[in-house]
């Protein structure tokens, strides 16, 4: 059965930084591309990053580059997203997806399967 496990969520201020981990189990991580999205209260789901399980590339969304960085421990299939100078519009619920391909993809739709989320507030 594959589960993917968000965590690491909470409030900070902004400014602040946040890690938050995605456990993965049940699939071949190297076989994979995991992302992670975001969803503010009436908007709609947005990408914010994506690493290839296989081949470590990554990929970030305009509004979070050189502020979150996405890594994974393929030993442990475990991602990460760290999230530094964290800002009020970064307010959301997270969530890491797996994509059953090698190549990152931006569209949520493409996506196989989907963790429960994690609670990120940024308070200004």
């Known amino acids: 059965e594959v589960q993917l496990q968000a965590s690491g969520g909470g409030l900070v201020q902004a400014g602040g930084f946040l890690r938050l981990s995605c456990a993965a189990s049940g699939f071949t991580f190297n076989d994979y591309a995991i992302g992670w999205f975001r969803q503010a209260p009436g908007k709609e789901r947005e990408w914010v990053s994506c690493?290839?399980?296989?081949?470590?590339?990554?990929y970030y969304a305009d509004s979070v580059k050189g502020r979150f960085t996405i890594s994974s421990d393929n030993a442990k299939n475990t991602v990460y997203l760290q999230m530094n100078g964290l800002k009020p519009e970064d307010t959301a619920v997270y969530y890491c997806?797996?994509?059953?391909?090698?190549?990152?993809?931006?569209?949520?739709?493409?996506?196989?399967?989907w963790g429960q989320g994690t609670q990120v507030t940024v308070s200004s």
């Open positions: 997806a797996a994509d059953r391909t090698v190549w990152c993809r931006r569209v949520h739709w493409e996506y196989d399967y």
């Open positions: 690493i290839s399980g296989r081949f470590g590339t990554t």
